[in-house]
């Protein structure tokens, strides 16, 4: 019995582990924002980067042609090229800032929190869609915009409102799509339940050209590890004062797992004047909540690795007794094999 207790222990503690494991993937999966490699391709390898500027770099759209650029010619350099074989391509990227717009409707307005988007923005936060389409945030005539739910309700009282329009500094647009509200478990703490608008990043920065982008993000091949981060860190050419540079693709490794429980009393110490935006907020939340699932596992496996560290040890001090009690099973299988033939042959 006592035998048996120990069994039912050890296989407890292992399926505790694993119960811990999979919980840990189905809160990280719910994570979008940060799987995009993932979702973009399961045979190549890609890394998603995500860049957030102080408010001193002041970097803004004009200097996106030039990070991409040079984005592409690092990769040509590394013999990658724009498009892989089967015609998909091999990077793409985005940008947004988060400002506050006064939307309204027939029924009245509101002021609301805006984010400013452009190239493949909802490629990286692909939002739960309610009704109609996301728009094209690539398209140079900024034409529509993407609400959530609870500016939907508020200004028209339903959720099926694509296609009806807006009114925003006096110009009407149209709404191409109505998005669930992006909430999770830190929504509270990040002030993500706020009405929120989704609209091109030149609306947003209207005439005075003035806003500067406070989020680049990117997709790109990484054939080799620290490849894509390297090149993009080029790609900005800026020093690291103005900016925090992320590789969402593996901030939930085990290694990465690892350093952030090296830095976990300090990691929340900065001294670069960036505001991050909830999806980030919330990841980095993750993050902690990750290490710490971390913790718990390894202190679950701690009886089971001290029980087969000590089986091992037993196994090789008794090395030469199970030696013999090996050979001497041989020999009885040899004389065993032996005798069945000559009873054949008799």
């Not at 694993?18 to 994570?31: T, W, Y």
Request: with cysteine; aromatic share 12%; glycine share 6%.
């Amino acid at each position: 019995m006592k035998r048996y207790r120990k069994i039912m222990v050890l296989l407890a503690f292992v399926l505790g582990t694993m119960l811990l494991a999979c919980i840990e993937r189905g809160i990280m999966g719910s994570l979008a924002t940060q799987k995009l490699a993932e979702r973009w391709s399961k045979e190549e390898e890609f890394a998603q980067l995500a860049c957030y500027f102080t408010e001193d770099a002041f970097f803004d759209e004009s200097q996106i042609l030039s990070v991409e650029w040079n984005l592409v010619s690092a990769m040509e350099e590394a013999s990658i090229t724009s498009e892989n074989e089967h015609g998909g391509r091999n990077w793409m990227d985005a940008y947004s800032t988060q400002g506050k717009l006064v939307v309204g409707s027939s029924r009245g307005s509101m002021e609301v929190r805006a984010f400013g988007v452009g190239g493949e923005f909802f490629q990286f936060h692909p939002l739960m869609l309610l009704d109609g389409n996301y728009f094209d945030a690539t398209d140079e005539n900024e034409d529509g915009v993407v609400i959530d739910e609870m500016v939907a309700w508020q200004l028209f009282g339903s959720n099926n409102v694509s296609g009806m329009e807006v009114e925003i500094n006096g110009a009407l647009y149209p709404i191409r799509g109505v998005v669930r509200s992006d909430v999770g478990i830190f929504s509270e703490a990040v002030k993500e339940e706020a009405p929120t608008i989704y609209v091109a990043y030149r609306l947003l920065e209207g005439e005075d050209n003035s806003l500067p982008i406070e989020c680049y993000e990117v997709l790109v091949a990484n054939p080799v590890e620290g490849f894509a981060k390297d090149a993009v860190t080029k790609a900005l050419g800026m020093t690291e004062e103005n900016y925090e540079l992320i590789e969402c693709s593996t901030r939930f490794d085990l290694l990465h797992r690892f350093e952030v429980l090296k830095n976990f009393g300090i990691r929340s110490m900065t001294t670069k004047n960036i505001v991050f935006p909830y999806w980030e907020n919330r990841a980095r939340g993750y993050e902690d909540i990750s290490a710490l699932f971390l913790v718990l596992e390894m202190i679950c496996m701690i009886y089971p690795v001290c029980w087969l560290v000590k089986k091992l040890y037993g196994y090789w001090k008794c090395r030469k007794e199970i030696k013999k009690k090996l050979q001497l099973f041989r020999v009885k299988a040899i004389f065993k094999n032996s005798y069945k033939k000559l009873k054949n042959v008799e």
